[in-house]
């Protein structure tokens, strides 16, 4: 497991944007590829989108895919989440994680490694 810091998350309203950022430190981040995944409260941990060690492949959750955006900045060991739109149903708490197989994964199971977690909350 590798050590991951989420940051950005916040309180806004309804059609507002937030970035989330996650730091990763001390290992070599350019080798994995990276997920966002959120959990409300009283439900399972969904995936949001992923994104492969080069930035070459991205995946997105059907209910994101025209709002939210992921990137990665290897020099920076960072990848970002930037969230348009926001709806009261985006409200989560959003982990970021990492895939040793260095793919954009969509399943839980393939990354070993999370953060914290950071808590986006919407209202309408």
């Known amino acids: 497991q590798v050590p991951l810091v989420e940051s950005g998350g916040g309180l806004v309203q309804a059609g507002e944007s937030l970035r989330l950022a996650c730091a990763a430190s001390?290992?070599?981040?350019?080798?994995?590829?990276m997920g966002w995944f959120r959990q409300a409260p009283g439900k399972e941990r969904q995936f949001v989108a992923s994104i492969s060690r080069r930035s070459s492949n991205k995946a997105y959750a059907e209910l994101v895919k025209d709002r939210f955006t992921i990137s990665r900045d290897n020099a920076q060991n960072t990848v970002y989440l930037q969230m348009n739109s926001l709806k009261p149903e985006d409200t989560a708490a959003y982990y970021c994680?990492?895939?040793?197989?260095?793919?954009?994964?969509?399943?839980?199971?393939?990354?070993?490694?999370w953060g914290q977690g950071t808590q986006v909350t919407v209202f309408s």
């Open positions: 994680a990492a895939a040793p197989t260095g793919g954009a994964r969509t399943r839980a199971s393939d990354y070993d490694s």
């Open positions: 001390g290992w070599r981040f350019d080798l994995f590829g």
